[in-house]
T-cell receptor, first 114, second 114 residues
Framework: NAGVMQNPRHLVRRRGQEARLRCSPM?????VYWYRQLPEEGLKFMVY????????ESGMPKERFSAEFPKEGPSILRIQQVVRGDSAAYFC????????????FGPGTRLTVT | AQSVTQLGSHVSVSEGALVLLRCNYS??????LFWYVQYPNQGLQLLLK??????LVKGINGFEAEFKKSETSFHLTKPSAHMSDAAEYFC????????????FGDGTTLTVKP
């Protein structure tokens, strides 16, 4: 059973460009979570999704950030008009139905904004 | 609201010595508690979890943690450190009424000296 997959692993964007981060949950998992890790800090919750639904987006910045988890395909975290402060590691986690606390993390996407 | 405090951002031990990483939490409802390990440029790996069963939880790689409600603590221990234990460790809390949203501490970097 493959683990949580994220791509790309590294992403470089210039200020003002868009960044798209992808996450494929583990097989059979229906919950996806996105976290952001700034340098020298812990992970900060961003958003929790189930298929076609955003359950909790209380950690998402109000502007430029959006997330989706379509019926088919990976979950996407989209950052529009990136700024230097968006440089961070973005981690995706997934959990099986009914066990939301059992989160399995992907390797992360490291976004660098130049 | 939930929060986690990890005491000591850096801990250094000699190989073979006891490892003790401290974590205190705050939660308005009975919590679920977790310890994760992160190696450089990798994702988070679950070491162990507490989900209201036995208060002494055993995890992978010889680690264990004890849930102490009276002290609101969930400290991580290992009797004898190995060089391969050098990594960053994160404590996290999830309220069992707040599906999916884990709150992480800022992490403790463990250094193991030969």
């Amino acid at each position: 059973n493959a683990g949580v997959m994220q791509n790309p692993r590294h992403l470089v964007r210039r200020r003002g460009q868009e960044a798209r981060l992808r996450c494929s949950p583990m097989k059979g998992h229906s919950h996806v979570y996105w976290y952001r890790q700034l340098p020298e800090e812990g992970l900060k919750f961003m958003v929790y999704l189930q298929k076609e639904n955003i359950i909790d987006e209380s950690g998402m910045p109000k502007e430029r950030f959006s997330a989706e988890f379509p019926k088919e395909g990976p979950s996407i975290l989209r950052i529009q008009q990136v700024v230097r402060g968006d440089s961070a590691a973005y981690f995706c986690a997934s959990s099986p139905p009914g066990q939301y606390y059992e989160q399995y993390f992907g390797p992360g996407t490291r976004l660098t904004v130049t | 609201a939930q929060s986690v405090t990890q005491l000591g951002s850096h801990v250094s031990v000699s190989e073979g010595a006891l490892v003790l990483l401290r974590c205190n939490y705050s939660s308005s409802v009975p919590p679920y508690l977790f310890w994760y390990v992160q190696y450089p440029n990798q994702g988070l790996q679950l070491l162990l979890k507490y989900t209201s069963a036995a208060t002494l939880v055993k995890g992978i790689n010889g680690f264990e943690a004890e849930f102490k409600k009276s002290e609101t603590s969930f400290h991580l221990t290992k009797p004898s450190a190995h060089m391969s234990d050098a990594a960053e460790y994160f404590c996290a809390v999830s309220e069992n009424t707040n599906a999916g949203k884990s709150t992480f501490g800022d992490g403790t970097t463990l250094t193991v000296k030969p």
